[in-house]
T-cell receptor, first 119, second 113 residues
């Protein structure tokens, strides 16, 4: 159980275009999802916390107008990188908070990641 | 912000050897999670720890929640080539009001056949 998928796995786009990344919890409902960014050889950097039915909470330094997050259902959160530029190229990973038990609720399950390359 | 000191940063070992890595912090955590990340993939949860002193195994992996609640270690016994990857520790602080994991910087493991 606790499988999280992401789509697409990788995307190449032109500078100035917008890219949408989907994150789905496949076998459980996730009231809370997280979006991370990871640069090569570095740890995960939390960008925002996405709560179903409410506005996302962004970390300091993350532009909410540039990284639009929508969590419209208990199994889907989307991250849209608007007007992407080469510096936005990175590995974006989502995760979902577990459910079903108090312990599972403390665990995070990650998607496989999306590699974004902006030309 | 919160810091987790994870060590070693990288290690090269011979296949069959045991491996040990750890995370320490100046703050108390009430949950410790250990993840493994393969290149180009998302992290996969290996072991979750919830009580001080707890020792939990998952196959050849063993992890412990430190008594002081400020540290945790992960051991891998009889390493094999597929153990290669980056291992991250993550801690959850008690009573923070919001749920947020703090991640270590990772330990890159290389296994020499």
């Amino acid at each position: 159980g606790a499988v999280v998928s992401q789509h697409p796995s990788w995307v190449i786009c032109k500078s100035g275009t917008s890219v949408k990344i989907e994150c789905r919890s496949l076998d459980f409902q996730a009231t809370t999802m997280f979006w991370y960014r990871q640069f090569p050889k570095q740890s995960l950097m939390l960008m925002a916390t996405s709560n179903e039915g409410s506005k996302a909470t962004y970390e300091q330094g993350v532009e909410k107008d540039k990284f639009l997050i929508n969590h419209a259902s208990l199994t889907l959160s989307t991250l849209t990188v608007t007007s992407a530029h080469p510096e936005d190229s990175s590995f974006y990973i989502c995760s979902a908070r577990g459910s079903g038990s108090p312990r599972a609720y403390n665990e995070q399950f990650f998607g496989p990641g999306t590699r974004l390359t902006v030309l | 912000g919160q810091q987790l000191n994870q060590s070693p940063q990288s290690m090269f070992i011979q296949e069959g050897e045991d491996v040990s890595m750890n995370c320490t912090s100046s703050s108390i955590f009430n949950t410790w999670l250990w993840y493994k990340q393969d290149p180009g993939e998302g992290p996969v949860l290996l072991i979750a720890l919830y009580k001080a002193g707890e020792l939990t195994s998952n196959g050849r992996l063993t992890a412990q929640f430190g008594i002081t609640r400020k540290d945790s270690f992960l051991n891998i016994s009889a390493s094999i080539p597929s153990d290669v990857g980056i291992y991250f520790c993550a801690g959850l602080r008690p009573g923070a009001g919001s749920y947020q994991l703090t991640f270590g910087k990772g330990t890159k493991l290389s296994v020499i056949p």
